[in-house]
């Protein structure tokens, strides 16, 4: 009866490690430390925030890798074979904040689609670019009359200003 019991309890150990695994595995992220993640619990006491640069933002996960922070951006229901620019200029906003934050900027930043990961270099030239599209983002917040930046029918529904909008689809 021991013995028996013994050997159901190491099989079914055995059958969750594997579940656990392969669960993992589908999401395709290296299989290393989560410092915080803001899908399920261990959040963020804070989110990353710099005053300097007026930017505030929670990535999904900040993972620890080689004694560096990387951020991940996680969007489960896109698939796409290439990333959008909008999903990439969001992660490398996490990059800077974790620069500013940590003192050190992260080599780079992960955006994980349904079915497939993504790396963004954190490069001087992608700093820029986030830089650069934070002033035009201040600039625009200026502008009176701001027009469209899509055709998409779908996404214009979503959008919290729908209703109010002369622009809307």
């Not at 490690?17 to 430390?33: C, E, F, K, N």
């Not at 079915?115 to 917040?141: G, H, I, K, P, S």
């Amino acid at each position: 009866m021991g013995i028996s019991l013994g050997l159901a309890l190491l099989v079914l150990a055995v059958a969750c490690a594997i579940w656990a695994s392969s669960i993992r595995r589908r999401t395709g992220l290296p299989w290393v430390p989560v410092r915080s993640q803001d899908v399920l619990g261990r959040e963020l006491e804070k989110p990353l925030f710099s005053r300097r640069l007026g930017l505030t933002g929670k990535p999904d996960y900040l993972l620890e890798i080689g004694g560096a922070l990387i951020p991940v951006e996680v969007k489960p229901s896109r698939r796409s074979p290439t990333p959008y620019d909008s999903d990439l200029m969001q992660l490398a906003s996490y990059c800077l904040l974790i620069e500013e934050t940590e003192g050190q900027p992260p080599p780079y930043g992960l955006l994980r689609y349904a079915q497939r990961t993504f790396r963004l270099n954190y490069t001087e030239q992608v700093r820029e670019d986030v830089l650069a599209l934070m002033d035009e983002m201040r600039a625009l917040l200026d502008v009176a009359d701001c027009a469209r930046s899509h055709d998409e029918s779908q996404r214009c529904r979503s959008c919290g200003f729908y209703t109010i909008c002369d622009d809307a689809l």
